[in-house]
Nanobody, 114 residues
Framework: VQLQASGGGLVQPGGSLRLSCAAL????????MGWYRQAPGKQRELIAR???????IYANSMKGRFTISRDNAKNTVYLQMNSLKPEDTANYYC?????????WGQGTLVTVSS
């Protein structure tokens, strides 16, 4: 199983980005996908997870500007990020929990700067 994330880049404050992460390989239903991020010098933190039925679970601090969604037919999870702030600058990692095993993507860098 591999997770391939894309969509990161440089964006101005107040801008938006949409991250995508495709899970490749033998993907079984009933899994949980999600996004985490890690800023320089900080611990990795949860943004949101989304169940196989599409139900999202957000970290309290991430509610409002971030929207997670998924396309089960494509085994892909998305993260729509709006009103971005400089403090959102981080490496964003996608996550898959499947049959008790955790998988992580390679990270995609989001830089919010003018």
């Amino acid at each position: 199983v591999q997770l391939q994330a894309s969509g990161g880049g440089l964006v101005q404050p107040g801008g938006s980005l949409r991250l995508s992460c495709a899970a490749l390989g033998s993907i079984f239903s009933g899994n949980v996908m999600g996004w985490y991020r890690q800023a320089p010098g900080k611990q990795r933190e949860l943004i949101a997870r989304i169940l196989n039925n599409g139900s999202p679970i957000y970290a309290n601090s991430m509610k409002g500007r971030f929207t997670i969604s998924r396309d089960n037919a494509k085994n892909t999870v998305y993260l729509q990020m709006n009103s971005l702030k400089p403090e959102d600058t981080a490496n964003y990692y996608c996550y898959l929990l499947m049959r008790g095993l955790e998988y992580w993507g390679q990270g995609t860098l989001v830089t919010v700067s003018s």
